[in-house]
């Protein structure tokens, strides 16, 4: 009954891993209140996209994850 | 017809343009792009990360997308990913095609978007610290000349 | 800085773009164009000619030029004379510079001049007999975009 | 007493040579004189730019050339 949290670029320096796994069922609330700190912080305030399972979704409140899913936290990719 | 790839070794631009010349031998011109870890502002190191079940898949999206909006023979793009150098190649793009107006345009489109709408994370090794780099407003200018 | 020549025989883009690459360590990328007699349309070979009095030195005030508009660490302009085969590069340009639109922009216009406003004369043999090649109006509306 | 013609392009092809010597000194008008047939056509009519010893000159009628001096017939460059 678990879910893999990904997290890419600052997000998995903030977070000390690069992946996590959390309890199944996840939607965007008990995620946010999962991480703690900057890490949540980042992740509430800070333009991360979200995808599940390879797709990012439209909107991160539609977050809807179940257990096996991969969770990925993407924070916005870097300028050239 | 086209050749999208990750690399996490040495991205050497010279030997992939040969192979891309000799697999589109009927292509009038070719044009290409280089980018490469500048040697300057005291970067140290620069590490790209990716997430592969986006980063490639994004990468493939965007030569389907350059190959049906210009009349290409074909397209390459290499990326690098993983810890380099300054003066190592990051990133090598190529459109070949009949017309040399289609080639640059579709080389620079391929560019603007890897540099700003692809899934890679950077940051640079300075004075003995990781630094990750934000988005820049300028990339966002580049990209809506395709608009 | 500028690598301006003009060859009489082969002319291999590999190699003088690695050399290129490696005379501007600092150039945060390389924009390169290739051109090549097109294996079509029935053209059997095709004839460059020149004037050494105007040819070499125009292509050099071309390059200074492409120096003066757009801040370049380097231009190199390859130019092949004589009888070439269908598949044949004819022409490299290459373009270094710190951000990649100049390098694209210059490697453009150097080729849009050296398309129609270079001193070569072109012939092409398709079923054993030389045409001469005339000017092309679209050429002149692809060097307005430089005024 | 004598200037190089050089042909270029077509007209080498109209001229049968590439190259030819002619009496110094010569103008527009005894250049046209000089030429006759196709070659003769060409010239006249082609849009043809002079260049004197490695330099076009502005206006075929100002051509001035004296003895030693290179004379080069320019036809309009191919197109791309």
Redesign the interface.
């Known amino acids: 009954m678990s879910i893999k949290l990904?997290f890419?670029?600052?997000l998995?320096?903030l977070a000390g891993v690069s992946e996590r796994e959390v309890d199944a069922p996840l939607d965007w609330g008990s995620l946010t209140e999962e991480l703690d700190g900057a890490l949540g912080d980042a992740v509430a305030c800070g333009k991360i996209k979200v995808?599940v399972?390879?797709t990012?979704i439209p909107e991160n409140s539609a977050l809807a994850a179940s257990d096996g899913d991969?969770v990925?936290l993407?924070?916005?990719?870097?300028?050239? | 017809m086209n050749d999208v790839r990750l690399l996490d070794s040495a991205l050497v631009p010279e030997a992939a343009l040969a192979r891309f010349g000799q697999d589109h031998p009927a292509a009038g011109g070719i044009a290409s792009f280089v980018g490469k870890v500048r040697p300057d502002d005291g970067v140290e190191a620069l590490e790209l990360s990716h997430y592969p079940p986006l980063t490639l898949p994004g990468m493939v999206a965007l030569a389907t997308q350059a190959l049906a909006r210009w009349p290409l023979d074909g397209l390459l793009i290499h990326h690098r990913v993983g810890i380099m150098q300054p003066g190592e190649p990051i990133v090598l793009v190529a459109a070949a095609a009949r017309h040399r107006r289609d080639a640059f345009e579709a080389a620079e489109f391929a560019m603007d978007h890897l540099k700003s709408d692809a899934w890679f994370w950077k940051r640079e090794l300075r004075a003995g610290t990781w630094h990750w780099i934000e988005p820049r407003a300028h990339d966002h200018a580049d990209l809506k000349r395709w608009k």
Chains 1, 4 share one sequence.
């Open positions: 990904v890419l670029g600052k998995a320096d995808a399972n390879g990012v991969e990925a993407l924070p916005p990719v870097s300028g050239g």
